[in-house]
Structure formats: C-alpha cells, structure tokens
C-alpha cells in the first residue's frame, strides 16, 4: 500500500495484451465506476464495481505491437459513485535506446 486511495500497477503481458491491475484502498463499502478508453476516447471498458480493498486486473485486448508505439495511450477513470470525486490516470508507452561499452581483457 503506498497511502493512496487509488492505484494503478502494470503487471507485464499475458498472450501479448497488457494486464494493469487497479487497487482501491477504501475502508468502507463503496461503488465505484471503472472506465477506460483510448486516446481517442473509445471506451474500452466501463464497470460499476462494489467493496472495500478491492483489487482487479484488466487484461486489455491491445497487441504489444500496439501498445508499444509512441501514438499509445490509455486513461484510467475511478470515480467513487457516492462522492463523485474522480481520480484519472494517464497510460503511455516510452521507449529508451540504450548503448553499453564493454571492455574485455585480452
């Protein structure tokens, strides 16, 4: 637990789509809508869930490919159904090129 109500891991790749699992830390019972979409705003997956600590993972069905690429972006949305208050967060993909120099003894 890192004290925030609301937390969204990467968890890798089952069959080549990606798995994130959101966390919500909530003491009491709560309602909750999950909503995911695009950067387009399609909406990818929109769920009412019910509980305290709950825990799901979503396996998404983008190709690695896909998702991989600098155009990638998903938003996550948790809105607590009864506060109305929302909590966004921003997916995207980021690409590091690395060089090493080794030196060996001869």
Known sequence: KTGDPVELTFM??????????????????GVYRILIEDLSQHVLLSEKVTGIDIIK??????????YGSPSFGLKFEVTNL????????????????TNDIIVDKL
């Open 57 to 66: 993972n979503y396996r998404l069905d983008i190709n690695s490919d896909d």
């Open 82 to 97: 009864e506060t109305h208050q929302t909590q966004e967060y921003k997916v995207s993909a980021e690409t590091h090129v």
């Open 12 to 29: 890798g790749n089952k069959n080549d789509q990606p798995v994130f699992q959101l966390q919500l830390h909530n003491a009491e019972n």
